[in-house]
């Protein structure tokens, strides 16, 4: 029997609940370090690299004993693991480091679960705020323990909200009619589309750990994570350490060409 018969609901859901108490794990070890950047340094980078380090290698060890078959690739270590599984573990074990160095509480830890290339499982856990996110493609979709799906707004006023990256202005500008933000973590602002919280988000200059996580959560919720030509992020493109050389949105499924009309690139 080959692992593509075996992948079932209950495989999925064990998955799913095992990779949900990691990521609270993960979120306990690294609250130690939130916060405690060096003042005297625009970003504490050893901080972060040290919190990243040490979420990542319980992370692995974790998956390792649980499924010593399974690959793994983190953010600190952006090589795909030894192995012929169909399954690969992908890590972001601090998303939003810049929060998390300075004291902000819109960080967390990403974990997506990829089967022959495809994100079947996404959990992401904000430890400040304690928000737990998860869902299991084509399956349900929870914010801690309750249902979420996107909204689908046709009219917007100056109360909708827009999540974008931290340089959005130097690339675009925008007649976007209500409040444009930037949150400091990927995932969160993919969740945040997810829950309904925001209209839209703007991603840009991520990798695959950024975003796999978001993805199976925002499409089990009813959206969809596309480029601005239209064309679905596909995961397996970015395996290899390949920076995403696209700018994608987030949004309700059929209502990326609306988030479009709103963005005009400064780059002509």
Not at 101 to 128: D, E, N, R, T
Not at 226 to 231: F, P, Q, V
């Amino acid at each position: 029997m080959t692992q593509a018969q075996k992948l079932d609901r209950q495989m999925l859901s064990d998955i799913e609940t095992f990779a949900r108490g990691l990521a609270r794990a993960g979120g306990r070890i690294a609250l130690p370090f939130y916060g405690h950047a060096n003042p005297q340094v625009k970003y504490d980078e050893s901080l972060v690299t040290e919190a990243d380090l040490t979420v990542q290698e319980h992370l692995r060890s974790e998956v390792a004993r649980a499924y010593p078959e399974h690959c793994f690739l983190g953010e600190e270590s952006p090589q795909r693991g030894e192995g012929e599984s169909d399954f690969l573990w992908v890590v972001d074990p601090v998303d939003g480091t810049s929060a998390f160095s300075k004291g902000y509480p819109i960080w967390g830890v990403s974990i997506a679960v990829l089967f022959q290339g495809k994100p079947v499982v996404g959990v992401f856990h904000m430890p400040v705020t304690g928000e737990m996110y998860s869902a299991i493609a084509g399956g349900r979709v929870l914010c801690d323990d309750d249902r979420i799906s996107v909204r689908f707004d046709e009219v917007l006023d100056n109360e909708s909200l827009m999540l974008t990256y931290s340089r959005f202005h130097n690339d675009f500008s925008t007649t976007f009619p209500g409040k444009v933000r930037s949150l400091g973590s990927t995932v969160a602002h993919i969740c945040y589309v997810a829950r309904g919280a925001a209209w839209g988000a703007v991603l840009s200059n991520v990798h695959v750990w950024d975003v796999a996580a978001g993805q199976v959560i925002l499409e089990a919720a009813g959206g969809q994570l596309l480029d601005l030509d239209g064309k679905p992020f596909v995961a397996a493109d970015y395996l290899e350490e390949t920076r995403v050389d696209r700018v994608l949105l987030a949004a309700a499924e059929g209502q990326h060409a609306a988030v479009r009309e709103y963005l005009q690139s400064r780059r002509g």
